[in-house]
């Protein structure tokens, strides 16, 4: 029976996969802790078929800009805001602008303010479940109706109407005596024959869809009349003419709002997914292990150049106690790409001390950098972990004309690999096998960093970085003269691994006893040194030119920017005592006689390559007359002290 009360079909939200990836994406690179509103877009469809759900659809391209429906997204940092957002005073603050639009006339040259939407969210990046809940704010009219029941547009005028649709791209406009015209001529339209027509969504037969609620309240408000011609346009399925009375004059903004959508349990609650199982698993711990950093820098240090760790190449020499600790702090930091370098095989001592091996790994006698390479692309899938089984040339370990070769061509795969990655840590257990990668290291100006163990002591030494054709002098000091005592100390003037030694490394491992070929230390040493280690790197990494990060010359207290930078002090050592859980920071100035990187060590590796290592392995005496150590030494010898039995008094 006629009239009868006019109803709407109500928007659904459809979310496609790949809008949560890009909220994702930009919630960690972008917004971080931010919650002011963002502005997104979505699709609607005038070709969905009867029966189906009047979709708002939002997806990635809801990003982009350009959309049939523009709204906002408020994405929220805990559930508890969300939970008690205030959505009424939203909702009618969004109702107020559109009000506005009507009232001024805007609406006729900008049909696009009459709808909108606003989508609010809180999304739980660690589990992948999203909680959100959408509003379309509607201006509702209570005796809106009727007037008869609704026709049945014919093909020839849907074709006619649904081309001027394509063709203009205006989703709402003027149909008169079969003619388009611009909503701007709808109030010169008094006393002529007219329709509205609106491109809907709606999906129900005679029924018209939510977005015409606010068309029709702009159409009547402009006018002053209570009475118009309304025209549903849909492409999937027959289009539809409704006429419509107000049963009273309109008079202010109607003060009924609704637009808040229902869940799929028709409650006038909020709507959740769990996508953990719908993404990548790889996909999805790769987004967790960027969150662990970004909270560091959203919270706490929001100058934290998270990039710098995500794209280090970190080169491990050593894949035992030391090696495995150091790769599961690195991967903390977000370190996609380590390589591990060892020769030994996992004995059965190995496991309860080396966090990537396994009792099955020393009962089948597997590699320790395989092991540990695997193990890492277990724990994180997306980790670029690689194992390179190699035996490091070493000072004293002597070779014969057979194996002098084989040697030259470990030197030049251990050359290339230090080369290629942008960090090197020195976790071997001999002193020996430390020098050829420190002398690489120093030659090619790469960070490198050695980590050593004693029963109850450790030391984490940051090699200094020598720019060729450069000669830094320590900050501080006048002129050429001496630095200041507590001075800077520029990284090319911090010492090596080897800048402390008057002698040149020997075999260490021969003639040695069981507890001596093992490192003994206590359990948790290795832990300490370990994270120390990698914490030192990361203060380097965020210094603004990590390969030039000073370091202070002895003790120092001061706090100042100079010294701490983004994480804190960047020392050039740690030396750690457990005996009485202390710590120092001593700096020791690089050695020009050093056998590792003084300037004639490197200069003789540069020119003599392989066959400089080969002289090392059979006579470690070599070094020392290259570097002047054996000047030196007997310069000592040659000093004569005259002791005096006369008193000068």
């Excluded at 928007?11 to 690179?29: G, H, M, P, Q």
């Excluded at 350009?66 to 940092?77: E, R």
């Excluded at 724990?379 to 690689?386: C, E, L, R, T, Y």
């Excluded at 020119?607 to 005496?621: F, K």
Aim: one cysteine or more.
């Amino acid at each position: 029976f006629f009239p009868e009360e006019m109803q709407f079909v109500p928007i659904c939200t459809f979310v496609d996969a790949s809008y949560w990836s890009e909220v994702n994406r930009r919630k960690l690179s972008e917004w971080k802790l931010e919650e002011s509103p963002q502005p997104i877009g979505s699709s609607i469809s005038i070709y969905d078929s009867v029966g189906t759900d009047s979709r708002l659809s939002l997806s990635n391209e809801s990003f982009l800009g350009s959309s049939a429906l523009n709204g906002y997204m408020l994405l929220l940092n805990t559930v508890e805001a969300f939970s008690k957002l205030d959505r009424k005073a939203m909702m009618n603050q969004e109702a107020d602008r559109i009000w506005e639009a009507i009232e001024s006339g805007r609406w006729m040259e900008q049909p696009s303010t009459l709808n909108t939407f606003l989508f609010t969210l809180f999304a739980d990046l660690k589990k992948f479940r999203y909680h959100y809940w959408n509003c379309v704010p509607a201006l509702a009219m209570a005796d809106l109706s009727l007037e008869e029941k609704p026709i049945e547009l014919s093909d020839v005028e849907c074709r006619a109407l649904l081309a001027h649709l394509e063709q203009s791209q205006q989703s709402v406009f003027v149909w008169s005596e079969g003619a388009a015209l611009p909503l701007t001529a709808l109030p010169s339209m008094q006393g002529r024959q007219y329709e509205i027509v609106v491109a809907d969504p709606s999906t129900t037969p005679a029924v018209a869809g939510w977005l015409c609620r606010n068309v029709i309240l702009a159409v009547l408000a402009t006018t002053k009349w209570n009475r118009m011609q309304l025209v549903s346009l849909r492409g999937g399925q027959p289009s539809w003419r409704f006429k419509i009375a107000l049963g009273s004059p309109l008079v202010g903004r109607p003060s009924t709002v609704v637009g808040w959508e229902r869940n799929e349990k028709n409650e006038m609650k909020p709507a959740s997914v769990d996508l953990s199982k719908q993404f990548h698993p790889h996909k999805l711990m790769e987004q967790a292990v960027d969150l662990n950093v970004s909270l560091i820098k959203w919270r706490l240090v929001p100058q934290l150049e998270t990039e710098r760790f995500s794209q280090l190449k970190c080169l491990l020499l050593g894949a035992g106690t030391l090696g495995c600790n150091v790769a599961r702090s690195l991967i903390g930091w977000g370190v996609r790409t380590i390589t591990f370098v060892d020769n030994g095989v996992v004995s059965y001592s190995n496991p309860v001390r080396q966090s990537l091996s396994e009792f099955d790994d020393a009962q089948n006698g597997r590699k320790k950098a395989e092991v540990a390479a695997s193990a890492l692309r277990r724990i994180f899938p997306s980790m670029d972990a690689n194992a390179v089984d190699l035996t490091i040339p070493m000072p004293g370990h002597t070779v014969d004309e057979k194996t002098a070769a084989s040697i030259s061509s470990s030197g030049a795969l251990l050359h290339s690999l230090i080369a290629s990655h942008d960090v090197v840590f020195l976790l071997l257990d001999s002193r020996e096998a430390r020098w050829l990668p420190t002398l690489i290291a120093s030659s090619i100006g790469k960070l490198c960093f050695s980590v050593a163990l004693g029963f109850d002591t450790y030391v984490v030494i940051r090699h200094g970085v020598t720019e060729e054709g450069k000669n830094e002098r320590a900050e501080g000091g006048e002129g050429g003269g001496m630095p200041s005592l507590r001075g800077l100390v520029p990284a090319s003037q911090l010492g090596c691994y080897f800048c402390s030694d008057v002698t040149a490394p020997g075999n260490s491992m021969a003639d040695r006893t069981l507890d001596q070929q093992c490192t003994v230390a206590r359990p948790g040493l290795s832990q300490i040194a370990s994270g120390t280690a990698v914490e030192l790197l990361s203060s380097v990494l965020q210094h603004a030119d990590p390969l030039r990060a000073p370091a202070w010359s002895g003790e120092s207290n001061h706090t100042g920017e100079e010294e701490t930078g983004l994480l804190g002090a960047a020392p050039h050592q740690i030396r750690g005592f457990v005996f009485r859980f202390s710590s120092m920071t001593p700096c020791v100035r690089r050695f020009e006689r050093c056998i590792a990187c003084g300037e004639a060590m490197r200069e003789a590796y540069r020119e003599r390559g392989a066959e400089l290592v080969v002289s090392a392995c059979n006579s470690p005496r070599v070094l020392e007359e290259i570097s002047g150590l054996d000047a030196l030494q007997a310069s000592v010898d040659n000093i004569q002290i005259d002791v005096s039995d006369e008193d000068d008094f």
